[in-house]
């Protein structure tokens, strides 16, 4: 075991974001993050994550550091509480110092705590020696966000539901990868607002299933939505799986919308970036919008049309930051050692 006069190894882990073409919306376990539903992403190639954590055996206590300032408050509790599961599982004691770079604005609604978890399940695990298989990592990266389970992956992922509680339904949700070869559309993303959002995504979710008379029906259609999109995927047909992600995303925020209260995440530019979406389609190309716990809009093409469609959102909803993203890489551990 290690002295105070040692110094453990810093392990740095690198992950991206995913956004989701089946959505995730409400969790039945909320202690052990368990979805209601299943989903399915896209890992994306840009915002990446990236977070070093060391073992620090003579550190009062966790220090953790979010963009280069002391996290506090709620953030920073997410992270002391996911290092003592790691921690728990591994058998260790110390606190640890954890520096977390995130190249997406962070709680605007794309994601961040999807790469956020995703690497710091990877650089926590490494740090206090645990090697886990891909489907492990992927469980513990789901305590701390849902989302996360998916960023674990490349490409195309399926984050499992499960069944049944306690233990069970612990080691019944993780996500694995859902192969589709050849299959390298764009997702066209539109910043129409990088602020932190009103309503967290986690107490939206609460309220939406708790209130909303449209979470069942909600829930049960995204079942048949996700075996559409799969054999949409299988046959690499772009406009199949937009038809199904962008139904299956109004009808989230349609679920949320009748919450009491209502939790409304779209705003006039988000509107305005879908009608552009509808006259792209209107004008015969493949773009197909989604959103998420944000106004943001995500609108998935060929990358033939990428610049098009950047082209029409920009029109759309001036001033707003776009950017093209394809799929991406898992998360992985960056080669570096450091103090
Ligand atoms: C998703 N979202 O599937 C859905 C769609 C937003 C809309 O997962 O409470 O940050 O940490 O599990 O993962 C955003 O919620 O929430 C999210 P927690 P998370 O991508």
């Not at 090697?131 to 849902?146: C, E, N, Q």
């Not at 690499?236 to 949320?256: K, Y």
């Amino acid at each position: 075991m290690p002295t105070d006069q040692q110094v453990e190894a810093a392990v740095t882990a690198v992950a991206h974001p995913n956004i989701a073409l089946i959505k995730y919306w409400g969790k039945r376990d909320e202690r052990l993050m368990i979805p209601y539903t299943d989903s399915l992403s896209m890992t994306l190639d840009v915002y990446p994550t990236i977070t070093t954590v060391r073992l620090s055996p003579a550190a009062p206590a966790d220090d953790v550091r979010l963009d280069g300032a002391p996290a506090e408050g709620e953030p920073r509790q997410r992270v002391v509480d996911f290092l003592d599961l790691v921690r728990g599982m591994a058998g260790r004691g110390e606190p640890a110092v954890v520096d977390t770079r995130n190249a997406v604005p962070t709680g605007a609604g794309l994601a961040s705590s999807a790469s956020g978890f995703a690497a710091l399940a990877l650089a926590a695990a490494a740090a206090c020696g645990l090697d886990l298989a891909p489907t492990a990592l992927s469980r513990l990266a789901r305590r701390g966000s849902v989302s996360a389970a998916r960023s674990v992956f490349e490409g195309f992922v399926l984050c499992h539901a499960g069944r049944g509680a306690g233990t069970a339904a612990d080691l019944a949700s993780y996500a694995e990868p859902v192969p589709v070869p050849g299959f390298d559309p764009a997702l066209v993303i539109a910043l129409v607002n990088a602020g932190p959002k009103a309503v967290s995504s986690r107490a939206a979710m609460r309220r939406t299933v708790e209130t909303s008379p449209l979470y069942r029906s909600w829930a049960t259609s995204s079942g048949h939505d996700l075996f559409e999109i799969r054999a949409a995927l299988r046959r690499g047909d772009l406009d199949a799986v937009g038809e199904v992600a962008e139904r299956n995303a109004l009808g989230m925020h349609a679920t949320m919308l009748a919450a009491r209260p209502a939790v409304r995440y779209l705003s006039p530019a988000t509107v305005a970036v879908l009608d552009g979406v509808l006259r792209l389609r209107a004008d015969g190309v493949s773009a197909y919008a989604t959103m998420d716990a944000g106004p943001n809009v995500k609108v998935l093409c060929h990358q033939a049309d990428a610049a098009r469609v950047a082209e029409t959102v920009r029109a759309a909803a001036p001033g707003c930051s776009v950017l093209t993203a394809r799929r991406g890489p898992g998360s992985h551990l960056r080669a570096e050692t450091g103090q």
